[in-house]
């Protein structure tokens, strides 16, 4: 059984800067736990460590098959 994590996202996107350049806020729906992201290691980041903090919540995620 897979488990659903849902989050919203954020961005405010500066026009106006030569690279493409962002930030933003992530939000965890379930845990309610929100970061501010500057790139997408920062969201990679708030990402795993949500989803591995909701393995922990729901073990019988882990023991089953995972499905694409």
Known sequence: MR?????ILRLWIDPQ?????WEGQVECV???????VRGVAD?????E????????KHPDSQNRRSEP
């Open 3 to 7: 488990t659903l994590v849902t989050f």
């Open 17 to 21: 800067a030569e690279a493409p350049a």
């Open 30 to 36: 379930s845990s309610d736990q929100r970061a501010h």
């Open 43 to 47: 969201l990679a980041r708030f990402i």
């Open 49 to 56: 460590a949500e989803t591995i903090e909701s393995g922990k």
